[in-house]
């Protein structure tokens, strides 16, 4: 199990035909722990989750590869990218499917 900050700081680390699965039954934030694995090794067609998935009751969230692609949206935005901003864009992408789009303030 990581937390949901190191897996989206070291997305890279992992294989992109993987997925991660969070828990099912918290709000998510940067300490939630998950676990990334392959969404294709299931046990039962009837219940389409990886063993460890179901043992310890997470879901599937996003694909590594999506995920890593969220995580360069945000580089190309951001000269300093935070944990925060990680995690309010991966958050962003879950609720609606989208890229978030960060405000860029120009100070004077």
Do not use: H
């Amino acid at each position: 199990m990581y937390k949901l900050s190191y897996i989206l700081k070291n997305s890279n680390q992992f294989d992109w035909s993987d997925a991660l699965f969070l828990p099912e039954d918290e709000v998510w934030n940067k300490e939630t722990e998950g676990m990334v694995l392959d969404p294709d090794d299931v046990e039962d067609d009837v219940i389409d989750l990886p063993k460890d998935a179901i043992d310890n009751n997470l879901i599937y969230a996003l694909s590594m590869q999506l995920i890593q692609s969220i995580v360069e949206n945000v580089k190309k935005q951001r000269m300093e990218v935070s944990e925060e901003d990680l995690i309010e864009a991966f958050l962003f992408y879950y609720d609606n499917d989208a890229y978030i789009e960060f405000q860029v303030s120009l100070s004077v």
